[in-house]
């Protein structure tokens, strides 16, 4: 929205219809007379009025006939607290609508009058008083809104928010605790606009609310500590119950690694703080501080320009000089520098430096496996990545013919220049090989296999390459055990992995006992963990082992096997798969429309006759499956539907939640709904539904509508509605979006509190508008639709008798008017404004403002800024200057002030740079208002002083005409 559209509005809107006063102690510049104001557009529909970006200062706008003023103290003894710090002893007091003094300058604090009371602030306590001054509701509370249409206000005491009538009483009900603040608009039924504290809710069900002045941001380690900013959002670190372990004085602390300490920048430094809530260097002024690696720190040494070296713990570990840094080169985790001509390296978890030797330098890097060559480009060791050094030597003869390293699943496979290999690593420097196994394993094929267990094997061998060495004992193929020996046979041809390397990584998977098929010339024998054959007659085929079960063929029968190698039957079929332990679905035939049934082949009983389209996989006694395409649902192990064959897709979310889509054209957004185990919906069918899970295993799901916290166990889900959350640690932070509801003027829900925007009621019958989705609702008194106009674009401006509608018509903007029911009554050009007094204001293609009758005719001249027309007056932009021009576009009062408010009652203030007035429609000044010798003064329309009766010295005499009134600067050039 450009300035002029931004003028245009604020002007037509009239401040009275933005249902707030500006609070007294937002004054600004003891000697100046506007106030800057932020431009913020106005809530949901009540109209599209921004604020202007000045407002009058010395004298606020008249409201109620009353103008709130700042003047020298009535009061005897003004030495107390103090309107404003800029103008001591100076109070807030009212003038009438001639600018005559109706209630003394007493006050700390006053807002406007609305509906014949001004909240005011007495002693440090709000409170109403009448048009008269007297007290209504005496100052007792911390806090008070404007009284509204309904005879409500809103009022906080201690912390909490409160409705009171017109006497102070309370009425309704409080409010609860989450609630930040609560807003009442004019109209009655009141629309009543609460807004909520962030909540942090943790996993016992404990609540705190982030405007207690701690927000908690992420955690620290794994002991209840979190980093934590107060108020004026400078970080710490608090505990488990919210105490500051590490006060809140520095510059954004942050983890810059999982798991790891916190760094920031504080009064006296960069510090540390370490997972056990430990501050690290406040006493030493560091002058910077950054992670070196996933194991270090470097801290700037003040004054010496050194490096500090620490770990995680906070404990310096070296001290580098810039010359040592200059040498240093990260290697994974690991830092190698030069300190006096020796090569040092720093290892994660060593307490000190790891002094290497003279002169040697990093030839071959694999993941913090380090080979070191010296002077003469020999071999000098090998470093592992928890510190372990293998010099070359006696000890390790090999590391001086190591000539290629290659890491795989974890162990280092080292080789000499002819790729025969030396040895296996661990990261702790153990040789894992032995001697014998290092023999046989020359020339031959080596598989290395992934470590997934402790007694996982090391490798797979292929058969030695000659002939006469496979006819040998150990010339067949073989495994390199987890201790480093092997086992071969001359009849075995080669070794499969019989374990199902997905089932073993899949969530919750148990552990089950390593397993080999070793095939000969003649079919595949059964080997255990240790290479030995188990007992088990030499098969044509064995398959891979799934829950415990592997299939097998020989003699023409298909079987299965457990890990022990026990036989178990099949029932007559052409295709049967383990799909849980001792269960295999199964087909009869080899038709392509034969269906899967389920046995038990370890009972040897049929579970459930072939009638699935599909049978997935189970986990925890449950699986998917379908009865034809798109017809998905959840069966047990006895093939009964958990959840029934109704759905598009299925997915498992862990053992005890299942996520079941719909059908639907958009594919990303199917309705999801959430089941538990026990077929029971916990959530309904959501579109574009999104799920994350948190490090305790709850569920987080929801759509740009709904939100839900699921329970992992699957026994409920939480509904956040349209909150939106996210994990801090073991809390949840919870912010709950915005809700509108309307009061009546006993305090109790006319219409209930709800997420759709509405505006105001207005008119007779009052009537509302209400956003649901992408309609209007025009709604009565009970919340009951009357209409529903098809678009969410309608405003109703406060006062106006017309909706209004700003669209976009063949690239052209266009504002629609249209009666309660959504017939449109008037089209015309541009972004228009509500009619009053028979115009509207419209901004034209080159962004000048021109008003518009009833028919839509333009009429009067073009202005910079046009505002809405009052009592035949409407407030005028020339030459970055107000003033007022009549219904034929005539300057009545010359444009030559900064801010200006509406005409009412035949009334307006104005504002210079240095002065505030009260005028009538014709430019008189009734009164002013001008700072003189730091004194806020009080004129009349003669230029007598008003206010205070009495000034001392050289100030006592000067009388100022209200007509002298130095020259007044653009607003364009005032600062911002």
């Not at 496979?470 to 070794?495: K, N, P």
Request: with cysteine; glycine share 10%.
């Amino acid at each position: 929205m450009t300035p002029r559209i931004q003028l245009a509005f604020h002007i037509a809107a009239a401040f009275a219809a933005l249902g707030a006063s500006l609070p007294s102690h937002a004054q600004v510049q003891d000697g100046s007379c506007y106030e800057r104001q932020e431009i913020t557009p106005s809530f949901a529909l009540d109209h599209a009025a921004v604020r202007p970006a000045y407002a009058n200062g010395c004298i606020r706008d008249i409201s109620g006939d009353r103008a709130a003023v700042l003047l020298p103290s009535a009061l005897p003894k003004a030495d107390g607290q103090s309107a404003d710090e800029s103008l001591p002893k100076h109070a807030w007091g009212f003038l009438d609508e001639n600018g005559r003094v109706a209630i003394r300058p007493i006050f700390e604090a006053v807002r406007d009058f609305r509906h014949g009371l001004a909240a005011v602030r007495w002693q440090g306590k709000w409170g109403f008083i009448d048009k008269d001054g007297r007290m209504a509701v005496r100052p007792r509370f911390d806090a008070l809104q404007d009284i509204a249409e309904v005879g409500l206000a809103v009022a906080t005491l201690d912390g909490r928010h409160l409705l009171i009538d017109r006497q102070g009483n309370p009425v309704g009900s409080p409010f609860d605790e989450d609630v930040y603040s609560v807003h009442l608009s004019d109209g009655v039924p009141a629309r009543t606009t609460l807004k909520y504290k962030r909540e942090y809710r943790s996993e016992a069900g404990e609540r705190r609310y982030g405007a207690m002045g701690v927000i908690p941001e992420r955690p620290l380690g794994e002991n209840g500590l979190h980093i934590a900013s107060n108020a004026k959002y400078m970080s710490g670190v608090i505990d488990a119950d919210w105490n500051w372990v590490v006060q809140p004085v520095y510059d954004n602390l942050s983890v810059w690694r999982t798991e790891g300490p916190a760094i920031g920048r504080g009064p006296a430094g960069w510090v540390m703080v370490t997972t056990q809530g430990k501050l690290i260097g406040a006493d030493q002024h560091y002058t910077n501080m950054t992670a070196v690696g996933g194991g270090f720190w470097s801290a700037g040494v003040r004054n010496s320009g050194d490096f500090a070296i620490l770990n995680d713990d906070g404990a310096v570990v070296a001290t580098l000089t810039r010359q040592d840094a200059e040498t240093s080169g990260l290697y994974a985790d690991t830092i190698v520098y030069e300190a006096s001509g020796n090569t040092m390296a720093l290892v994660p978890g060593r307490a000190a430096p790891i002094a290497l030797g003279q002169g040697l330098r990093v030839s071959m890097d694999v993941d913090a496996f380090l080979l070191f060559v010296d002077g003469s480009k020999s071999n000098a060791g090998l470093l592992t990545p928890t510190g372990a050094w293998l010099r070359a030597g006696s000890d390790h003869d090999w590391v001086s013919r190591v000539k290629r390293i290659q890491l795989e699943h974890g162990r280092l496979w080292i080789s000499d220049s002819q790729d025969a290999l030396l040895n296996v690593l661990d990261k702790d420097g153990k040789t894992l090989l032995t001697p014998q196994t290092l023999q046989v394993v020359e020339n031959r094929r080596v598989l290395p296999l992934p470590a997934t267990a402790t007694n996982a094997p090391l490798a797979l061998l292929g058969p030695a390459p000659d002939a006469r060495q496979r006819d040998e004992a150990g010339g067949g193929a073989g495994v390199i055990l987890s201790d480093g020996t092997h086992v071969t046979d001359a009849s075995w041809v080669e070794l499969i992995v019989l374990n199902d390397a997905d089932e073993e990584r899949s969530e919750g998977a148990k552990a089950m006992p390593f397993r080999y098929a070793a095939r000969t010339s003649t079919g595949m024998v059964l080997l255990d963990d240790r290479g030995k054959p188990i007992d088990l007659a030499e098969q044509q085929h064995i398959g891979i082992f799934r829950h415990g079960y592997a299939p097998i063929y020989g003699d023409g029968v298909a079987r299965m096997i457990d890990v022990d190698g026990k036989v178990y039957d099949l029932p007559e079929s052409f295709d049967a798969q383990v799909v849980a332990p001792g269960i295999a679905r199964y087909l009869k035939t080899a038709a392509d429309d034969e269906p899967w049934g389920l046995y038990d082949f370890v009972a040897g009983k049929e579970l459930a006759a072939p009638q699935f389209r599909s049978i997935e996989d189970f986990r925890d006694g449950q699986a998917i499956a379908s009865m034809e395409p798109d017809r998905l649902g959840i069966i047990d192990l006895q093939g009964n539907w958990v959840v029934p064959a109704a759905h598009r897709s299925a997915k498992r979310v862990n053992a005890n939640l299942w996520l079941m889509s719909r059908g639907g054209d958009d594919k990303y957004q199917l309705p999801a709904a959430f089941f538990n185990s026990q077929g029971l919906a916990l959530t309904p069918f959501e579109p574009g539904l999104h799920v994350t899970r948190s490090h305790n295993g709850s569920i987080e799901a929801g759509n740009a509508r709904r939100r839900w916290i699921i329970s992992s166990d699957g026994s409920g889900a939480l509904d956040m509605q349209d909150a939106t959350f996210s994990r801090v640690g073991n809390w949840m932070s919870i912010m709950r979006a915005n809700r509108q509801g309307y009061l009546d003027s006993q305090g109790n829900w006319q219409i209930a509190l709800s997420p759709l925007p509405g505006t105001p009621f207005q008119g007779s019958p009052a009537r509302a508008l209400r956003v649901d989705g992408g309609a209007t609702q025009v709604i009565d008194g009970s919340g009951k639709t009357l209409a529903t106009l098809a678009s969410d674009e309608w405003r109703w401006p406060i006062g106006s008798s017309m909706l209004i509608r700003h669209t976009l018509a063949n690239g052209r903007r266009v504002t629609d008017y249209a009666d309660l029911k959504g017939t449109t009554v008037l089209t015309v050009e541009g972004a228009a404004t509500e009619f009053s007094d028979g115009r509207a204001v419209t901004v034209l293609p080159n962004d000048g403002q021109r008003a518009i009758d009833t028919t839509g005719k333009l009429t009067g001249p073009a202005f910079d800024g046009l505002g809405a027309y009052r009592e035949g007056l409407a407030a005028a932009i020339s030459r970055n200057a107000y003033g007022f021009v009549g219904h034929d576009g005539e300057f009545v009062i010359p444009a030559q002030f900064l801010t200006v408010s509406d005409f009412a009652n035949q009334r307006a203030v104005v504002s210079t740079e240095f002065d505030s007035r009260i005028i009538d429609p014709t430019g008189r000044a009734l009164a002013q208002v001008r700072t003189v010798c730091g004194i806020r003064t009080l004129y009349g329309s003669a230029g007598q002083r008003l206010w205070p009766l009495r000034m001392s010295g050289r100030c006592g005499e000067k009388a100022i005409p209200v007509t002298a009134v130095e020259r007044i600067r653009p607003a364009s050039q005032l600062e911002p």
